[in-house]
């Protein structure tokens, strides 16, 4: 049996405290003070505690060079256990699964640093508003007892006479409709979003508005944002829940033909599902239409292979997407929101992704505001929301 390294491992020498009373009791200061060794390899996606025999290892073995795993002096139990664990991969059979995880991470040029980033901070199972509940949290009044006051607001650098105060320019209708571009957090889900109005949204945000071929395999597509390289990794999926003409579920959007194309429903109810893709944020749980931001890694790092920005271009179309999606929203009359907070291992197994290849990075949607203000929008020029003594 011939052996190597995974491609990619990070170590992490991580101390947990927790408190003892027998120490207090002692003199001490009444922490107990454990310090553990953590592997980090991304095509795992999960921490594996290792001690300082295996450690030094994987110092010791390279991740591009095959050995007969006789031919190194270490203990079998070690080998074997990093064997099982997938932080030392092999070319025998019973070992194929965790083989060809790490050999996908490979294929698909990861800088190492951003495919750790994107593999552990992932999300499973999370609640963000019970977690707001228990660090008393909720408010912004709360937050700033909690955590003290933030940062300043503006940044200054130089005394008052100093700046060059530039003009207020007066206002055109694009102005008007960024003053009404707020994120939404009260949806109306009695009233049904008509179907072109879906599909004018869709085709403004998403659609490829053209394409150029190079050649039969290699084609670049035009849309209505930036993207890093030309190159459009970000694939959208969405939860449809109120739209007219079509049915609540799930769909993928295919961007050069403007169509849909539909999905298996998930086990549970469409809104309960939607919650906890959110982790649990109610106030977005009725939005007339849900779309994952799930970009295709390979196809980026197809141009920029283990490049040190090519995750960072990644992010920045997500956001370009999200203000577009905003302003195409509130000129149709119709509120948008984008959120991070989500779970990503559920939006994965609910839409068959792999996270090597292809992510969840953030999820938008938009659909008509509801009547009442339930849930705070940040509105301070009220052209959104009329106080009810205005």
Not at 79 to 91: C, Q, T
Not at 251 to 267: K, T
Not at 327 to 349: C, K, R
Request: charged fraction near 25%; glycine fraction near 6%.
């Amino acid at each position: 049996m011939r052996i190597r390294r995974c491609a990619v491992v990070y170590f992490e020498p991580r101390e947990q405290v927790e408190f003892d009373l027998s120490l207090l009791l002692t003199g001490g200061d009444g922490l107990n003070r454990e310090r553990r060794w953590l592997a980090l390899a991304p095509h795992l996606g999960k921490e594996v505690e290792v001690d300082g025999e295996e450690r030094e290892l994987l110092g010791v073995l390279s991740p591009g060079q095959w050995i007969d795993a006789d031919s190194i002096e270490a203990d079998k139990h070690v080998v074997a256990r990093l064997l099982r664990e997938g932080l030392i991969v092999s070319d025998a059979a019973e070992h194929a699964d965790l083989r060809e995880r790490d050999e996908s991470l490979r294929r698909t040029y990861w800088h190492p640093l951003a495919a750790t980033l994107h593999a552990f901070t992932r999300w499973s199972g999370v609640d963000t508003v019970q977690n707001q509940k228990d660090s008393g949290t909720e408010t912004a009044v709360a937050m700033r007892q909690v955590l003290g006051a933030p940062p300043v607001e503006a940044a200054r650098r130089v005394d008052h006479d100093a700046r060059v105060h530039l003009p207020r320019i007066a206002p055109t209708a694009f102005d008007d409709l960024l003053a009404r571009r707020a994120t939404c957090r009260n949806f109306d889900a009695s009233r049904s979003l008509p179907f072109d109005t879906f599909a004018q949204v869709l085709q403004r945000v998403f659609a490829a508005q053209a394409e150029v071929r190079v050649t039969d395999d290699t084609v670049f597509l035009k849309k209505n944002v930036p993207s890093g390289g030309g190159l459009h990794p970000m694939e959208c999926y969405l939860i449809v829940q109120h739209v007219d003409g079509v049915a609540p579920g799930l769909y993928h959007y295919q961007s050069q033909e403007h169509a849909l194309e539909p999905l298996p429903s998930p086990a549970k109810p469409l809104r309960d599902f939607v919650m906890d893709m959110v982790a649990q944020q109610h106030w977005f749980a009725d939005a007339h239409v849900v779309v994952l931001l799930s970009p295709r890694f390979d196809r980026t790092f197809w141009k920029y292979r283990h490049h040190a920005k090519g995750y960072r271009v990644v992010a920045l179309e997500g956001g370009h997407l999200s203000q577009t999606l905003y302003l195409a929203a509130t000129d149709a009359g119709l509120g948008a929101f984008i959120t991070g907070a989500i779970n990503e291992v559920e939006l994965e197994q609910a839409f068959g992704l792999d996270p090597i290849h292809q992510g969840a990075l953030a999820i938008c949607g938009f659909g008509w505001r509801g009547p009442v203000m339930e849930t705070a929008e940040l509105d301070p020029a009220e052209r959104v929301w009329r106080r009810a003594d205005a």
